[in-house]
């Protein structure tokens, strides 16, 4: 069993989506914490209700917030780490503490649309078809190697809430199908390419 750990900034449906998959057994892994940056994060209740211990990072500037998130990362000793709507850029050691152990989940398309409000992007560009992209993380803002998409389409009256709904529930199963074939030692990374075995 993979020893999972997740960080979250906000609501928590995607770390729900995870927590579900691994009482389903569908995830060959166990979430042992969430780490939030925000103490008032709807996903801190989440982990409470499903008795996962939960930690918040806070600290007063970024070097000491980045110390302070790497060495409870480290004590926790994670075989994974799961952005879940974790919505601060990680430190450049952080990111190579844990190489090829850090996956995001991002509501576009990559390399469309990077960075914030990715769904509001789609809408303003005229896309006509956006979706999710689960990747790992590298020292880029959502850069690093694609393991899995999923699209969904872009209406012409979309409004921006309209969009983050179709896109969020194919995040969940995109997000969970990602977990599953890295717990199960199933992604090889090959430079920009990840392949599934
Ligand atoms: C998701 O759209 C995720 O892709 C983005 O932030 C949102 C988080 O949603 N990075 P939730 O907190 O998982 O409900």
């Known amino acids: 069993m993979k020893k999972i750990l997740v960080l979250a900034s906000g609501r928590g449906s995607n770390f729900q989506a995870l927590i579900d998959a691994c009482k389903k057994s569908d995830i060959q892994g166990k979430i042992v ?44 000793n994670p075989d994974l780490i799961v952005l879940a709507g974790y919505m601060k850029i990680l430190s450049k050691k952080f990111i190579d503490t844990f190489h090829l152990k850090i996956i995001n989940i991002h509501p576009s398309l990559l390399p469309a649309f990077a960075g914030l409000h990715a769904q509001k992007q789609a809408l303003e560009y005229g896309s006509r078809i956006s979706g999710c992209t689960v990747h790992f993380v590298d020292h880029g803002v959502d850069t690093g190697p694609i393991i899995l998409q999923t699209a969904v389409p872009v209406f012409p009256h979309d409004t921006v809430p309209d969009l983050e709904t179709r896109i969020l529930e194919k995040e969940h199963a995109t997000l969970v199908q990602g977990v599953i074939l890295f717990c199960d030692d199933k992604l090889v990374v090959q430079e920009r390419n990840v392949y599934i075995k």
């Open 33 to 76: 914490a969430l780490v939030s940056n925000n103490p008032h994060a709807e996903a801190l209740n989440k982990a409470q209700q499903h008795d996962i211990p939960f930690f918040i990072v806070g600290a007063k500037n970024k070097s000491e917030y980045d110390e302070q998130l790497l060495t409870q990362c480290k004590t926790l």
